[in-house]
């Protein structure tokens, strides 16, 4: 069983940063492929970012384009916890953020994912 827990989350002031972590416990191996997906209010859930081992000692990353330029990726080299790191955030960065893995074929789709964690709430203030 795997178990993704997030944290980092609370609320913010438009232009502030906040970090999100989740750390992944369980059977899940470094090849395994960690995303960030968020729900706004009254949304549907959309992709954020991922993060795949790249070669022996590399992550790639791939950031949405909203949040491109903003949202920063980064993985622990043990590959089971990733941090999302945001800045510049504006109020519609507002959502739960969830934490997933997937196989190493996982990219931007929820589907591809196979483990969910219990989301993390960021509210940015105008």
């Known amino acids: 069983q795997v178990r993704l827990v997030e944290s980092g989350g609370g609320l913010v002031q438009a232009g502030g940063s906040l970090r999100l972590s989740c750390t992944a416990s369980g059977r899940i191996f470094g090849d395994y492929v960690m995303g960030w997906f968020r729900q706004a209010p009254g949304k549907e859930r959309e992709f954020v970012a991922y993060a795949r081992r790249s070669g022996a000692n590399s992550v790639y990353t791939v950031v949405a384009d909203p949040v491109k330029g903003r949202f920063t990726l980064s993985r622990d080299s043990a590959g089971n916890t990733v941090y999302l790191r945001m800045n510049s955030l504006k109020p519609e960065d507002t959502a739960v953020y969830y934490c997933?893995?997937?196989?190493?074929?996982?990219?931007?789709?929820?589907?591809?994912?196979?483990?969910w964690g219990q989301g993390t709430r960021v509210t940015v203030s105008s």
């Open positions: 997933a893995a997937g196989p190493a074929s996982a990219r931007g789709q929820e589907y591809e994912y196979n483990y």
